[in-house]
Structures are given as C-alpha cells and as structure tokens.
C-alpha cells in the first residue's frame, strides 16, 4: 500500500517531536518541509526526513506537491488561513492547538468543517500522556468512584523562548493552560460555570503569565492553574480526589526529570510508579498521531478523539475563564454540562 505523503507546516521547536512521530508511523512519509526561516527546516530536514523537500511558502508548496496531509504547527494567528487553504486542497488537516487565537475564529472554521469528509483533527496531546490515560482507564472503571476535587498545575521557571508566545496578547492560560483545561474535560466533561484571574508576573511577557482557574460541576471542582515564570522552581503536578479513591501525580506535565504516578482504591495502592517525563512527551504526540492514520486508514475519520468540535468545547472553557477574569464574575457555560466525550 501506497504511504501517505504529508507536509509538516512549520518548523520551530515543536516540529522535532511531531517529525520523530511521524518517523515511527509506518504508513507515513513527510515529503515537505515549510518554514519561512530555511535554516530551520533544513536543520528538520537533516535530523528527520531527508527525503523533503523544503519550502518557504505554504502556497507554493501546496501548488507544487502531491501530498494527502498537512500537519500545521504555525503561531495560532495563521491557522484559520491555514487550515482552509488545506481544505480546498482536500487534504487530511492536522492543526496544533488552539484551533485559531479568537473563539469566534475557531467556532467560524470548525463550522466551515462540518461535514468534511477528510480528517480535521486539532493536535492537543496532553491527554494522551500515558499516565494520564491510566487516570482516565481506572476512572471508567470506577476505581475512584464519584470525583469531588480534580487539580492540573504547572509552574514553569523561565519565560517561553518561542517570540510569538512573549509577544501574544493572550498568554498562558490560551498557550499553555489550555492543555489542562483539556484534560480537565477529558475526566469530567464540559463545566458548569467557571471563575478565573490572572496575573503578569513576568515583565518579558506581553500577555498574562499566570492563571488560577476554577471550573464547578454539580458534584465536582476543578482547578487548572499555570504560569511562566523567569525564574524561581517548578511546580508541577495533578490530583484527582473521589469517594472511593485518589490519584496523585508528581512531575512535570511538559519535558525533564522524573515523574511518579500513584493511584489508591480505598486503603489499597492499586499503582505506585515512575516515569520519564520527557519519555511520556514525545509518547503522546505519537499516541495522538496514531490515532488520526487510523482513523484515517479505517474511513472513519469524524470519530477522531481530537476533532475540531471536540476540541472546540475545551477551547470555549479557556476562553470563557479569560472572560471570567475580565469582568471579576463567575461566568456560566451551556447545560451541555457533566457529559463526557
């Protein structure tokens, strides 16, 4: 069988795990490189997929190959642009997250998207980190019972080097917050009402640096709760606390250092591990990218965890707390509410 050839659309830090990805997916070959900065994607180009050929222009090298997929990693102002452009194509679309850097943008193209009848999956992986999937697998299974409390937090001690993110006028919560707000709705679904502030505390930045957000459900609370900070400590972890039992993990929820997972049922440590953080980084972005081939190896591509309209709802959570923490009041979201997908 033939592989699908694919382009990856922007080639700054993040390329290198979604390139070492797609190197372990057989069915798959990256026959494109884009990058407005050639140095960048040759160095791509040298590291992970010889065989690309390199652009610096997102038009021209839709012109010119014959690909089936475009794997868009751009800052998020170009990706309602970007995704588009790839649907007039008729291509297979994977976006990073977030959708676009408004929600009305990202409401507009996923409703442009309804019924594609491509792939259009938005890459949010943190979901996919292998120890917060054995959270969810003992959380179907019952061994925490009813969640009352649930908490995902990570304090980064430097200022992001990425220029987009120092210069955004939406900062942490949307760049990174949003990672955990979508784990939060992985466990629990879609919140009930939401109350948010935020906080520069890191002069480089241009947008906030850090969130507290507390998001009700009718029998639980969640709090996600980030930061990029130009110094200090990490501080890094999740814990979801029910009637029957607990889960706590300590550890970074991004690259580095060592992690450690506990799960109890009652009195009974059911999982008591440790882990690699960086090793579950690059794990997830394979998971998630698995995930879409297969989906699109098997026709059913509208069934991809990672939808547009699935992720769409985790976007409208993040950008409700940004509106929370403009007005000083808890602001309440749809009754779609305590419904997991």
Known sequence: ??????????????????????????????????????EHARKRQQQYAPQATIYTNYREMLEQECIDLVD????PE???EYILMAQEKNLHIICQKPICDSIDSAREVVYLLNGYPKLFAIHENHRYRPWFQ??????????????????????????????????TRLGVLLEHGTHLVDMIHALLGKPFSVYAT??????????ESLAHVVYDYQDTSAIVDVAWKSGGSLHAGFMLVGDEGEAYFDGSMVRGGVNRLVITHGEKVVT?????????????????????????????????????????????????????ARTGRVVFLEKEAYVRH
């Open 1 to 38: 069988m033939e592989k699908l050839r694919g382009a990856i659309v922007g080639c700054g830090m993040i390329s290198e795990f979604h390139l070492k990805a797609w190197n372990r997916i057989p069915e798959v070959e990256i026959t494109a490189l884009v990058s407005r900065n050639f």
């Open 134 to 167: 054995k959270v969810m697998q003992h959380l179907e299974k019952g061994t925490f019972g009813s969640p009352g409390f649930v908490k995902a937090y990570q304090h980064n001690p430097s200022t992001p080097r990425e220029l987009y993110k120092q210069k």
């Open 272 to 324: 008591d591990e440790r882990g690699d953080s960086t090793l579950d980084y690059e794990e997830s972005f394979y998971l998630l990218q698995r995930e879409c081939i297969d989906r699109i190896m098997d026709g059913n591509v509208e069934r991809v965890t990672q939808s547009g309209q699935n992720n769409l709802r985790s976007l409208e959570s993040t950008f409700a707390a940004y509106n929370s």
């Open 198 to 207: 935020l906080h520069h505390i890191d002069s480089a930045l241009v947008g």
């Open 78 to 80: 170009v990706h309602r």
């Open 72 to 75: 868009i990693l751009t800052p």
